[in-house]
């Protein structure tokens, strides 16, 4: 199939730049209109985001054997053609048996590239950037995709391949209906350690612009950083803070050896277990002060998921006073936020109030692949279209 440059076929509007960018205007009083601070731009190393409004990883299962393919093509590009700045593809796993399930996203051969580029052109093609979160699911691994049957069952080692031995800090199950999963070797760290290596390595062969490492909702870092699942007795545990975040750190460390400088690292974490024991908003901006130090650019705030006595309080926005506590007490990095975040006027308010710097939407973007557009509407200001939907502009507007 020939990929489709519009370029290659016309000229396009002189004051035309990419859907989601702020339309340029001729009118002689354009230049004291005041942007919302939605549709301003930022720069995080070498990335000029044209907006703030970013699509979160969202896991698809729709991967055989790790490989994306046309649903994902489709997918991702139609949020590219509605104007996010960036977008953060799914979890991918780095070792085969670090997939959540069978269908997971995976980046842990070679061959993962060349279908992840193929999806990376597409979206630079209008003008926005592509990333992808880095994972490895622990003890959560070898289950179904959330939407089938049995989806919070562990499935059993199979010869079909849809299930797997599952590994962890510790030998202690999530909950009652998954597997005990085996305690990790000092060789296993190592391995897995490497893993993350090796597929930042791709990510760079693929043409990713940024990486996301996935350290939240309960999956492999979140289970060593956590007290409640990490109850080792060596250098990656040991009841301590520094020991217990020593796994996540080597992480960073391997990936900075690959992943050039100039391209914008981040981590999400849990920054909040809400369970008795557990890791704590105190643990995060602790842990978020030591990664500012070590060439991490983005620090992705969401919270729970690694204790099945959580007690969370979910309503709109629920997230963000995390978010604005780190923000609060560091200094260099650029702080995101996520969490029922719904509408134009809450992600105003939020970067308004300087309590996050980004912010990263899932579900509503998977309502409605153009939200920014919606959000633009919302905030009236105007915005370029995909050029193609130009005729697809809401009427009856202030502008």
């Known amino acids: 199939m020939q990929e489709f440059k519009p370029t290659n076929l016309y000229t396009l509007p002189s004051t035309y730049k990419s859907p989601g960018a702020p339309s340029v205007t001729t009118t002689p009083d354009s230049s004291n209109v005041e942007l919302p601070k939605t549709f301003t ?15 979160s990883p969202m896991c698809m299962y729709s991967s055989e054997d790790g490989f994306m393919n046309d649903f994902h093509l489709g997918h991702y590009t139609s949020y590219a053609k509605g104007g996010a700045s960036l977008i953060v593809m799914e979890a991918a796993a780095t070792i085969a048996n670090g997939r959540i399930s069978y269908a997971d996203a995976g980046l842990y051969k070679d061959e993962h590239i060349a279908p992840l580029k193929r999806i990376i052109d597409n979206i630079h093609l209008y003008n926005s950037y592509a990333g992808i979160q880095l994972a490895h ?54 391995e897995v350690i490497d893993s993350f290596r090796l597929a930042a390595e791709r990510c760079e062969k693929a043409g990713f612009d940024f990486i996301e490492i996935h350290g939240a909702h309960g999956y492999l870092i979140n289970q060593f950083l956590s007290p409640t699942s990490n109850k080792r007795t060596d250098q990656y545990g040991c009841g301590s803070f520094e020991d217990r975040c020593r796994f996540l750190l080597d992480i960073v460390k391997a990936i900075r050896t690959v992943w050039p400088t ?13 369970c008795e024991g557990g890791w704590t908003l105190d643990d995060t901006i602790r842990i978020a002060k030591i990664l500012e130090t070590m060439d991490v650019d983005v620090f992705d705030c969401s919270s729970g998921g690694n204790s099945m006595s ?34 134009g006027k809450e992600i105003e308010e ?3 109030q300087n309590r996050s710097d980004l912010v990263f939407l899932a579900r509503p973007f998977l309502r409605n692949p153009h939200f920014t557009y919606q959000v633009a509407h919302e905030l009236q200001v105007k915005i370029d279209f995909n050029i193609q939907y130009n005729r697809g502009r809401f009427t009856n507007t202030a502008y």
Not at 155 to 168: A, L, N, Q, R
Not at 313 to 342: D, M, R, W
């Open 41 to 55: 731009p930022i720069t995080i190393k070498n990335m000029t985001l044209k907006n703030r409004t970013v699509v």
């Open 137 to 190: 699911a622990g003890r959560k691994a070898s289950s179904n995709p959330p939407f089938l049957d049995n989806a919070r069952f562990s499935i059993p080692e199979s010869e079909d391949g849809k299930g797997w031995k599952t590994y962890g800090p510790s030998a202690i199950a999530f909950n009652e209906n998954m597997s005990v999963p085996i305690e990790m070797t000092l060789k296993d760290i190592e």
């Open 262 to 274: 100039e391209k914008a690292l981040g981590v999400r974490l849990s920054c909040e277990e809400w």
């Open 310 to 343: 959580q007690s969370i309080t979910i309503g709109p926005c629920y997230q963000v006073p995390l978010a604005h506590a780190v923000k609060k007490e560091t200094s260099k990095l650029f702080v995101a936020c996520v969490g029922l975040i719904n509408s």
């Open 350 to 352: 939020i970067l308004q």
